[in-house]
């Protein structure tokens, strides 16, 4: 009997040692390294280089875009001010036209207050543009008093531009 459980005892160690040596087998991965062809290194090189030159890029315009924005942002604040400006000029001109035109209906009433042959001379003396511009400002009963003073030519041409519309 002893024989025979030795036989049983020892069948079961080779069993076991059997397992332990089979079983790692089955459970270990491959751990082989994977072998590539020089085509499938290639292509994967040229797909690194590619990314890296996607990356670089998308860096760049990134870069540009925050310049681009600054620009936009500096742009918007020049028109502010230029707006701002504009509005500033506007009023000083526009104050300027009131008291331009103050002065040209101050010179018409004095015009229209002296006789028509101490204006006439004055007149001859102007250019044909400001006499009419006068002419039109004054009343037609002193405009037909004046204009007979003044030299011929000068009557004709005035009248002639009164005259248009």
């Known amino acids: 009997m002893k024989k025979r459980n030795c036989?049983?005892?020892?069948?079961?160690?080779?069993?076991?040692?059997?397992?332990?040596?089979?079983?790692p087998a089955f459970t270990q991965e491959d751990k082989s390294p994977v072998k590539l062809t020089p085509q499938e290194i290639s292509v994967s090189v040229q797909l690194k280089e590619r990314e890296d030159a996607v990356a670089a890029k998308e860096k760049a315009l990134a870069a540009k875009e925050k310049e681009l924005a600054a620009l936009a942002k500096e742009v918007d604040e020049k028109y502010t001010q230029l707006n701002a400006l504009q509005e500033d000029l506007k009023g000083q001109l526009g104050?300027?036209?009131?008291?331009?035109?103050?002065?040209?209906?101050?010179?018409?009433?004095?015009?229209?207050?002296?006789s028509p042959s101490k204006v006439a001379p004055l007149l001859d003396k102007m250019e044909d543009d400001e006499v009419v511009e006068i002419l039109k400002a004054?009343?037609?009963?002193?405009?037909?008093?004046?204009?007979?003073?003044?030299?011929?030519?000068?009557?004709?041409?005035?009248?002639?531009?009164?005259?248009?519309?």
């Open 7 to 23: 036989c049983y005892l020892i069948s079961i160690l080779v069993v076991l040692l059997t397992l332990v040596v089979t079983i």
């Open 95 to 114: 104050g300027t036209g009131k008291t331009r035109d103050q002065q040209f209906k101050n010179l018409v009433k004095i015009y229209s207050a002296i």
């Open 138 to 165: 004054m009343k037609a009963e002193v405009v037909a008093k004046i204009i007979p003073k003044l030299t011929q030519d000068k009557a004709v041409r005035v009248s002639r531009l009164l005259g248009l519309p």
